[in-house]
C-alpha cells in the first residue's frame, strides 16, 4: 500500500514540476521574441465582452487582460491601464476576443443607455453605408476616418470640378469625380448592420434566404464634426457616393483636386 501511495505522490510532484516548467519556457520565449523590441503592455479581449460591462468587471472576470506587445503593433490609444474612474465606463459594444482594446470602446454608463456622448463643441451627425464603403468591421468606435465623396461633375461649370448636385448614375451623361471631403474625424457609433430590402424584385429571383444572402447591407456610422463639416457631409451623402478610409499610425489625408474618368490613369508625379 505504501508503495502505491509514493508512487502517486511521486507522479503528482512530476505533473506538478511538468506544469510549471511548461509556463516557464512559454513566458521565456515571449520574452525572446520581445529582444531588441521595445515593447508594452497592453489590454487584449481574452474572451467577448458584452456591450455594457464595466471595464473593471471585464478585468475582474477576465475578459480582458494585460499583455507585452511590441510597440510598433500596438495604436496609440490602445487602453493600458485600468484606473478607479476608467473602471467604471461600460463597453458601448460588443468586443470580440482578440482585439488589442481601445481606449474609446468604454464610455460612460449613459452611452449604453442611448445617450450619446458628443465631444464639446462638436455635432453628432449619421450617415449609412455598404460594407465596403466603411472598411467592413475594421471601423470601430473611437477610430479616426477620412470621408471620400463620389460625385458627377457639373458639366456647364467650366472651372474646376463642380459638383452637379444630382448624384450617381449609371451610364450617365456627365464625367464623375472622386475628392477628399474630410481630413480626419472621430467615430462616435456604429450601428448593427441591417439587410436593404429593394423596392421591386422580379418575380424569377431568388427568394427567402438565398435572396437575403445577396442584397447589400448597411451601416449606421455617426462622426463627430464640426458645423462646416455637418454641412459637407450631410450634402455629400445627399449627392454623391461616400466612402470611409480607416487612417493608420501617421496617416495624413491631403486635399487635392482628386480624380475623374478622364484623369483616372494619367500618371503623377
Do not use: W
Not at 430590402?197 to 447591407?217: F, H, I, V
Not at 463627430?224 to 501617421?250: E, K
Amino acid at each position: 500500500m505504501s508503495r502505491r501511495i509514493l508512487a502517486a505522490l511521486a507522479a503528482l510532484v512530476i505533473a506538478v514540476v511538468g506544469s510549471v516548467a511548461v509556463v516557464a519556457y512559454a513566458r521565456a520565449a515571449d520574452q525572446r521574441a520581445l529582444i531588441g523590441q521595445q515593447a508594452v503592455r497592453a489590454y487584449v479581449a481574452e474572451k467577448e465582452v458584452p456591450a455594457g460591462t464595466t471595464a473593471g468587471q471585464a478585468v475582474q472576470d477576465g475578459l480582458i487582460v494585460q499583455e507585452l506587445i511590441a510597440r510598433k503593433g500596438v495604436p496609440e490609444d490602445a487602453l493600458t491601464d485600468v484606473s478607479a474612474d476608467y473602471s467604471r465606463l461600460v463597453a458601448t459594444s460588443a468586443i470580440q476576443p482578440g482585439e488589442i482594446v481601445l481606449v474609446g470602446r468604454f464610455a460612460a454608463h449613459g452611452a449604453a443607455q442611448g445617450v450619446l456622448p458628443v465631444p464639446s463643441g462638436l455635432l453628432a451627425v449619421s450617415v449609412s453605408l455598404d460594407d465596403p464603403s466603411h472598411v467592413g468591421s475594421f471601423v470601430t468606435v473611437g477610430s479616426k476616418v477620412a470621408v471620400f465623396d463620389t460625385f458627377n461633375v457639373q458639366e456647364a461649370v467650366k472651372s474646376g470640378q463642380t459638383p452637379a448636385g444630382d448624384h450617381l448614375q449609371d451610364n450617365h451623361g456627365y464625367t464623375r469625380a472622386t475628392r477628399l471631403l474630410l481630413q480626419s474625424v472621430e467615430v462616435l457609433a456604429v450601428d448593427d448592420s441591417t439587410t436593404v430590402t429593394k423596392p421591386s424584385e422580379s418575380a424569377d429571383k431568388p427568394t427567402g434566404l438565398a435572396a437575403t444572402a445577396m442584397q447589400p447591407t448597411t451601416t449606421l456610422l455617426t462622426l463627430a464634426v464640426t458645423q462646416d463639416q455637418a454641412q459637407r457631409l450631410v450634402h455629400g451623402a445627399r449627392t454623391g457616393t461616400l466612402t470611409f478610409a480607416l487612417l493608420g499610425p501617421d496617416a495624413h489625408a491631403t486635399p487635392g483636386t482628386g480624380v475623374n474618368d478622364r484623369s483616372l490613369f494619367e500618371v503623377t508625379r
